[in-house]
């Protein structure tokens, strides 16, 4: 049975990371469809800015989890091989054929599933959110569904179980981009038929935005408390995906928390009718959590964290390509602008020292912006070491000496900055672990001559007035890539994402790379080939690990961990709740 190939490779990933304390599906009778107790996670994000229940319109984890307890895919990853593939619970497709010329997704749906009202799940449904990313602003579309609204350029409804996706051309991220949630179209009174006249603007403030009636998944939408939490409860119309047939808990809650600290003192608490599930919390606390004996699972993740380094001048920002997608000139950063600088820099981080201290051992270093688990990691490249010689010998030769002996380099013959400026620069962060390995970087610059002024500010404050202003000087901060990994890294590093003011793009530092930019286009749109892939995603961190446009930090170990009364906790990396339909609260 696939369970029991799955619960094999969980002991074998356990025995790999010599992990402790997993509890398996356990032999004991368990309640049944229903019984099985409620799930209680907790939640630091607060239900009372609770995003949109719309999957297409949701910006944030803070309403993407609840939406993938309530609503299907077209396809997803499995989550014993972490790769797209055929009849993942909860999807709709149970194959697909992609044309000779690369560009048409075929896809076949499955005929036996309905919406919690009973309508049938159709091919209509999936072109539904299809011709919803094609109307961007109207509908408050969100970022996340950017490149599949790009790429897909047109569906065509074969019949009520088969649908084709048109890509404008050869994509080799089709299925990712095919990865789509799939909505009810009947709820919002949507048709094929009457598309033309359809009010795309009703899908904001809809009911179902805050308050979805019509769902497929584990669980069903019950009511936001705000302030409270978020509350689901089970759904026996998914009882056809669930691994035994039916649902056993008997609901979900996403509780309330203010901060991880709380959130962790009242899962190890182990009180009834309180949080008995946390999902990857800081790794600040995971020794804490397996101390109190919770069960208790961690491996590497695809959460990690970097200092973005501004490249350009910030004085003048702009826009990476001109109307007709040529590249502007950026202007230099007086003190990044010069490689060497950011070399050096690299040099001087002691990145064990940080994931040993503030991370408690619970992260991997990073080389060159491509988490460690990812299927196109380069096998030979090596991070930059931590050599404060090297460091303090780069800044030499950049022209950043020491003259005044205040243990603070200055500009006596720099690339960029006026003579005698000091080499001292603001970095940014929001707080919680990133406020703590900034000051703990603060520390290793000085040690070489460089002068950090750390500063914590709101979310809002450093990424939209000075981030995405692209008038920043550095900052400490973190992506939670994509699953699988996408080689393509232009999102952060391309051209076509420096965008800086309102609406801006993830290219903080304003980077570019002609090279660099030739080989994103061939990963995204080549042959396709893994083996072309991999050798031109090697080449892209390459070119990262030489040119620096970030200082490269560590992805985190994600963990998951349950209360000792939670049964068939049994998570796997990336996936800690993909069993969740047969979890229970026993005695």
């Given at each position: 049975?696939?369970?029991?190939?799955?619960?094999?490779?969980?002991?074998?990933?356990?025995?790999?990371?010599?992990?402790?304390?997993?509890?398996?599906?356990?032999?004991?009778?368990?309640?049944?469809?229903?019984?099985?107790?409620?799930?209680?996670?907790?939640?630091?994000?607060?239900?009372?800015?609770?995003?949109?229940?719309?999957?297409?319109?949701?910006?944030?984890?803070?309403?993407?989890?609840?939406?993938?307890?309530?609503?299907?895919?077209?396809?997803?990853?499995?989550?014993?091989?972490?790769?797209?593939?055929?009849?993942?619970?909860?999807?709709?497709?149970?194959?697909?054929?992609?044309?000779?010329?690369?560009?048409?997704?075929?896809?076949?749906?499955?005929?036996?599933?309905?919406?919690?009202?009973?309508?049938?799940?159709?091919?209509?449904?999936?072109?539904?959110?299809?011709?919803?990313?094609?109307?961007?602003?109207?509908?408050?579309?969100?970022?996340?569904?950017?490149?599949?609204?790009?790429?897909?350029?047109?569906?065509?409804?074969?019949?009520?179980?088969?649908?084709?996706?048109?890509?404008?051309?050869?994509?080799?991220?089709?299925?990712?981009?095919?990865?789509?949630?799939?909505?009810?179209?009947?709820?919002?009174?949507?048709?094929?038929?009457?598309?033309?006249?359809?009010?795309?603007?009703?899908?904001?403030?809809?009911?179902?935005?805050?308050?979805?009636?019509?769902?497929?998944?584990?669980?069903?939408?019950?009511?936001?408390?705000?302030?409270?939490?978020?509350?689901?409860?089970?759904?026996?119309?998914?009882?056809?995906?669930?691994?035994?047939?039916?649902?056993?808990?008997?609901?979900?809650?996403?509780?309330?928390?203010?901060?991880?600290?709380?959130?962790?003192?009242?899962?190890?608490?182990?009180?009834?009718?309180?949080?008995?599930?946390?999902?990857?919390?800081?790794?600040?606390?995971?020794?804490?959590?397996?101390?109190?004996?919770?069960?208790?699972?961690?491996?590497?993740g695809r959460v990690w964290h970097y200092v973005a380094l501004?490249?350009?001048?910030?004085?003048?920002?702009?826009?990476?390509?001109?109307?007709?997608?040529?590249?502007?000139?950026?202007?230099?950063?007086?003190?990044?602008?010069?490689?060497?600088?950011?070399?050096?820099?690299?040099?001087?981080?002691?990145?064990?020292?940080i994931i040993n201290g503030p991370l408690n051992g619970n992260?991997?270093?990073?080389?060159?912006?491509?988490?460690?688990?990812?299927?196109?990691?380069?096998?030979?490249?090596?991070?930059?070491?931590?050599?404060?010689?090297?460091?303090?010998?780069?800044?030499?030769?950049?022209?950043?000496?020491?003259?005044?002996?205040?243990?603070?380099?200055?500009?006596?013959?720099?690339?960029?900055?006026?003579?005698?400026?000091?080499?001292?620069?603001?970095?940014?962060?929001?707080?919680?672990?990133?406020?703590?390995?900034?000051?703990?970087?603060?520390?290793?610059?000085?040690?070489?001559?460089?002068?950090?002024?750390?500063?914590?500010?709101?979310?809002?404050?450093?990424?939209?007035?000075?981030?995405?202003?692209?008038?920043?000087?550095?900052?400490?901060?973190?992506?939670?890539?994509?699953?699988?990994?996408?080689?393509?890294?232009?999102?952060?590093?391309?051209?076509?994402?420096?965008?800086?003011?309102?609406?801006?793009?993830?290219?903080?530092?304003?980077?570019?790379?002609?090279?660099?930019?030739?080989?994103?286009?061939?990963?995204?749109?080549?042959?396709?080939?893994?083996?072309?892939?991999?050798?031109a995603a090697h080449r892209m961190q390459e070119i990262l690990?030489?040119?620096?446009?970030?200082?490269?930090?560590?992805?985190?170990?994600?963990?998951?961990?349950?209360?000792?009364?939670?049964?068939?906790?049994?998570?796997?990396?990336?996936?800690?709740?993909?069993?969740?339909?047969?979890?229970?609260?026993?005695?």
């Amino acid at each position: 049975m696939r369970i029991n190939r799955l619960i094999s490779l969980i002991l074998v990933i356990v025995a790999l990371l010599g992990i402790a304390g997993i509890a398996m599906a356990q032999d004991q009778e368990l309640p049944g469809a229903g019984e099985g107790g409620i799930i209680i996670r907790g939640n630091t994000r607060g239900s009372g800015n609770l995003g949109p229940l719309v999957p297409i319109r949701c910006s944030g984890v803070d309403c993407s989890d609840p939406n993938a307890l309530i609503y299907p895919s077209l396809i997803a990853l499995d989550p014993e091989t972490q790769q797209y593939e055929p009849g993942v619970p909860q999807t709709l497709a149970t194959g697909w054929e992609i044309s000779e010329d690369g560009t048409t997704y075929t896809f076949t749906l499955r005929d036996d599933l309905t919406w919690s009202d009973g309508e049938p799940i159709t091919a209509e449904d999936v072109y539904f959110v299809w011709d919803a990313l094609q109307q961007g602003e109207v509908i408050g579309l969100s970022s996340s569904y950017a490149p599949a609204a790009a790429a897909l350029t047109d569906a065509e409804i074969i019949d009520d179980h088969t649908i084709a996706f048109i890509f404008e051309s050869p994509n080799c991220a089709g299925l990712q981009r095919s990865a789509l949630p799939v909505m009810p179209a009947h709820a919002w009174g949507y048709s094929v038929e009457e598309r033309d006249s359809f009010d795309w603007a009703s899908l904001v403030n809809h009911p179902m935005d805050r308050e979805p009636s019509v769902t497929y998944g584990p669980f069903k939408f019950t009511r936001i408390e705000p302030g409270t939490g978020v509350y689901l409860e089970d759904d026996q119309n998914y009882a056809s995906d669930a691994l035994d047939g039916f649902v056993r808990p008997s609901g979900f809650v996403y509780l309330d928390t203010p901060d991880q600290n709380v959130m962790v003192e009242r899962f190890i608490a182990f009180q009834p009718g309180d949080i008995n599930y946390i999902s990857e919390p800081d790794a600040s606390t995971f020794q804490t959590i397996q101390d109190a004996g919770a069960q208790f699972f961690a491996a590497p993740g695809r959460v990690w964290h970097y200092v973005a380094l501004n490249l350009a001048d910030p004085e003048t920002p702009q826009n990476g390509l001109d109307e007709e997608g040529n590249p502007i000139p950026q202007g230099n950063h007086p003190i990044f602008g010069d490689v060497r600088v950011r070399q050096a820099l690299q040099h001087a981080m002691n990145v064990d020292e940080i994931i040993n201290g503030p991370l408690n051992g619970n992260g991997t270093a990073m080389v060159a912006g491509t988490i460690p688990t990812a299927w196109t990691l380069h096998p030979e490249l090596e991070r930059r070491a931590f050599d404060q010689e090297a460091a303090m010998a780069l800044l030499d030769e950049a022209g950043w000496t020491d003259e005044d002996g205040d243990g603070v380099r200055e500009c006596h013959g720099c690339e960029y900055a006026e003579e005698g400026t000091p080499l001292e620069f603001s970095m940014m962060n929001v707080g919680d672990i990133r406020n703590d390995v900034a000051v703990i970087l603060q520390d290793q610059f000085a040690e070489v001559g460089v002068k950090v002024n750390v500063e914590v500010l709101d979310f809002n404050t450093m990424y939209d007035d000075n981030m995405g202003a692209q008038i920043f000087d550095s900052a400490v901060a973190g992506w939670r890539g994509a699953l699988p990994f996408d080689p393509d890294q232009r999102s952060f590093f391309g051209a076509q994402n420096d965008i800086f003011g309102e609406g801006y793009g993830f290219n903080f530092p304003s980077y570019y790379n002609a090279e660099f930019e030739e080989l994103g286009e061939l990963v995204a749109t080549g042959s396709c080939a893994p083996d072309e892939i991999k050798e031109a995603a090697h080449r892209m961190q390459e070119i990262l690990y030489e040119e620096q446009p970030y200082l490269w930090l560590y992805a985190f170990n994600s963990a998951y961990a349950a209360a000792p009364n939670i049964a068939n906790f049994a998570p796997l990396p990336n996936f800690g709740a993909w069993n969740i339909d047969q979890w229970a609260v026993v005695e």
